[in-house]
Each structure stands twice: as C-alpha cells, then as structure tokens.
C-alpha cells in the first residue's frame, strides 16, 4: 500500500529498550476533499530514510498495516493498529523534465519508409 502527500513532520530518531530498538515518525498529509495527517513509523534501520527528506515535500511512501494483540492483566484481549514505512519517495523528482530531453534536430529522420511495406504490429 502507498500513501501520497506532503510532508507535515519528521521526527526525532527514538531508541528504546537495551537492544536498542529504533523509532522514527513521520505525518503526511493527503490530498483529497478531506485531507488526512497519516503518522507512518519507520523502524530501526528504516529509519535513515528519512534524513534527507525536508517539511513541505511532496512524497509516496510504501507502507505495511501492523496489529497485534495485548493480554492487560486484567485478561482482557485489546488490540492495536501501527502504520509502517518503508520506502519513500520524493514526487517532484520523479517526474522527468524537459530539460533531460535531448533536441528533437538529433534524431536522424527514418529512410526509405514506405506505405507498401506489411505492418508486423500483433494489434
């Protein structure tokens, strides 16, 4: 799954417990009639994607939905839900530009094209 927007805020990395388990979030908000603020978790080495990304950038993240399930003392079953990233990418550079294009005057014109020769196109 993928989430599409702009980027509201990026985190701080946490670490938590002796094994050093890492954290970092980020929130991004969706472009539709009612825009969504989605907190995505990066975790451990994930987390380094986010270094080069800046507030204010456009982006697609591929995510995976988490659940699981916690016995309170109680006994009682609850269950929670985590949004997880891992890969991001930044939309305004995907998009190639014209000025990567070389000019059309470059391209040798085709010779001998001809009207009587069979088209092998399968459609």
């Known amino acids: 799954m993928e989430v599409i927007g702009k980027i509201k805020l990026i985190g701080d990395v946490q670490t938590f417990g002796s094994n050093g388990f890492r954290k970092r979030e980020l929130v991004v908000t969706t472009d539709e009639q009612y825009p969504q603020m989605i907190m995505i978790e990066f975790v451990q080495d994930k987390t380094d994607l986010l270094n080069s990304y800046k507030v204010g950038q456009d982006?697609?993240?591929?995510?995976?939905?988490?659940?699981?399930?916690w016995i309170n003392p109680q006994g009682e079953a609850k269950y929670f839900n985590s949004v997880q990233g891992w890969r991001i990418e930044n939309l305004s550079q995907s998009a190639p530009s014209q000025g990567n294009l070389p000019p059309?005057?470059?391209?040798?014109?085709?010779?001998?094209v001809s009207d009587e020769e069979p088209d092998d196109l399968p459609f």
Not at 59 to 69: C, D, H, W
């Open 59 to 69: 982006v697609k993240v591929s995510i995976n939905l988490r659940g699981r399930e």
């Open 104 to 112: 059309v005057d470059q391209f040798e014109p085709a010779s001998k």
